[in-house]
């Protein structure tokens, strides 16, 4: 049973080029969650998403980005005219559900560095 | 919103000693906290969890404690070994069933 797959693993943009991250959830995971680890730092919640519905995006900048989570294929967390600030590990996670079945497993993140 | 606060930031044991961290929560609405274990450029691992229905849950070496009136919980890993060595992390899910995390502690295990 395959976890929860990232790609790309590291991606590299210039300042003001569009940053498209992939997120596929565990077999059965209907629930998406994305978060950003900046370096040194912990993880902060960006957005929560069911299929082809967003839950909650109030940890996600209002301008230049956004999330979907389609019907079929991943989940994917788009970041517009990136700048260095953006720079910083993105993890998504999934779950069965949501109640007692929440437990949230996370994928191997994607690096995005912005040079 | 929920604040998740982790003390310490760094921790430094000796091979074989126990471990200790703290985390408190601002959210009486919280009800589910787990912890997760960061090796450097790896993911998070879920090493444990605790529901707000229990006050300790106990796996091998690692357990965890939950004071619900005093909204806390911590983490206890006792005879520390060199591969315990990782930053970890807590968490705090709200109602809203999104997780914050606490700041992180960074456990150094010296053989």
């Known amino acids: 049973n395959a976890g929860v797959m990232q790609n790309p693993r590291h991606l590299v943009r210039r300042r003001g080029q569009e940053a498209r991250l992939r997120c596929s959830p565990m077999k059965g995971h209907s629930h998406v969650y994305w978060y950003r680890q900046l370096p040194e730092e912990g993880l902060k919640f960006m957005v929560y998403l069911q299929k082809e519905n967003i839950i909650d995006e109030s940890g996600m900048p209002k301008e230049r980005f956004s999330a979907e989570f389609p019907k079929e294929g991943p989940s994917i967390l788009r970041i517009q005219q990136v700048v260095r600030g953006d720079s910083a590990a993105y993890f998504c996670?999934?779950?069965?559900?949501?109640?007692?079945?929440?437990?949230?497993?996370f994928g191997p993140g994607t690096r995005l560095t912005v040079l | 919103g929920e604040n998740v606060e982790q003390h310490p930031s760094t921790l430094s044991v000796q091979e074989g000693d126990s471990a200790v961290i703290k985390c408190t929560y601002s959210?009486?609405?919280?009800?589910?906290f787990p912890w997760y274990k960061q090796e450097l450029g790896k993911r998070p691992q879920l090493i444990i969890d605790i529901r707000s229905n229990v006050g300790e849950k106990k796996d091998q070496r690692i357990a965890v404690t939950l004071n619900k009136t005093a909204k806390h919980f911590s983490l206890h890993i006792t005879e520390t070994q060199p591969e315990d060595s990782a930053v970890y992390f807590c968490?705090?899910?709200?109602?809203?069933?999104?997780?914050?995390f606490g700041g992180g502690t960074r456990l150094m295990v010296k053989p």
């Open positions: 959210d009486s609405a919280s009800n589910y």
């Open positions: 968490a705090a899910r709200n109602a809203g069933n999104m997780l914050t």
């Open positions: 996670a999934s779950s069965l559900l949501a109640g007692d079945l929440d437990t949230q497993y």
